[in-house]
């Protein structure tokens, strides 16, 4: 018996060494090192993870420009909101290819949820940064002071179990990158369970980022303020991830390009046309039902003040007009008109959740009393970005996901 169990052990460590040996082999750079991005970040990524140490151990008096008046700042207006509504393309990909059946859109599936999965890792996992007693960020799992009908803990719970959930529906990539034929047929085999599960839990968490500033009336503008913010945050998050797609996609489309099928390269003019064409009827619901919103609150008149004026900046040019360019470039199938209209878009994301954060929010305060990012919690934001790009990087040069996944696997498939 002892000797059947050291001949198991045995075949253990062997194929333990052989993947410890293909992983080390993985580690290897792909290309060469001395890239203008790979000069520019490394730098950026040293500094920035000193700076990151630093707030840990000298808290945020030292490292931010917070206060009592303004407690959340860039890396939660930045960093966790605004990346977060930027992932929402991985939970409204996943619906329009697994459950509405739109097959064209599966070739970007894969980089678009790994672009989703990290970005919760890196953004979402941001938030402990934010945190004063950033050792008791694990308080926020189970309620402790403050409750399980807590916001913040729906949110926590969402967050984790939809950082779990993209994590599956990324599996298969990882599975073929490993040669586990059998795993990979038993975890295709989850996906659609794991986008359905992971749909219902974006429509909680998208709106719970909202649902955090209902709480905010007589502090936030009365423009941005309604009860309806967490159907905003939601919807706006859908077209933000869209535009993503298109941004990301465009250039990873010409860093990868040796990566890319013929067939695929030929498909993606049309791929990236039908992303505006849903991505304009989603704006569209969104900018109505934000003026909708006005009216109903009888808040029109604060349009001719000056936050009046940069409201409408926000969902007139950030929202209707990119808008009106998806549909001309939809008609006229220019690809340019599409990317800028995307840009556009997705500043107009950007500006919206930092004004509920701290642009709009105590808006009556004087300037010398309002809240600015200090120049550590910008550099560690770029850090933190940095990072996400070079593991993205990565993770696509060594699995499938711009490229065709093996035979073997797309036989799976099949059956």
Known sequence: MSSVNEEIGNVEIKNFREFWSFFRSELKPKGPIFKPFNIISAPVIVIGIGLIIYRLIAGLGATTNLSQEFPWGMWIGFDVIVGVAFAGGGYTLAFIVYILGMDKFRPILRATVLNAFLAYVFYAGAIILDIGRWWNGANAFFGIRYGVSSVMFIVAWHFLLYMLTLGLEFSPAFAEWLGMKRLRKILGAATVGAVIFGV???????????????MTKGKLHPLWYTEFIPVLFFISSMFAGLCLIIFEGTISHKVFEFQIEEEHHKAYPDIVVGLARISAGIMFAYFFLNIFMVHHDGELVLLGTPMGYWYLTEVIGLVLIPGLMFIHGVQHKNLFIIRVAAVLALIGIVVNRLNCV???????????????????EVWITLTIIFIEIWVFRWIINRMAVMRKPPEWAAALERH
Do not use: D
């Not at 429509?203 to 500033?213: N, V």
């Not at 642009?359 to 550590?376: D, F, G, H, S, T």
């Open 200 to 214: 219902m839990l974006s429509i909680h968490h998208q709106s719970g980022l909202g649902a955090l500033f209902a």
């Open 358 to 376: 701290f642009i709009a929010y105590k808006w009556n305060l004087p300037l010398a009393e309002r809240y600015y990012p200090y120049w550590i």
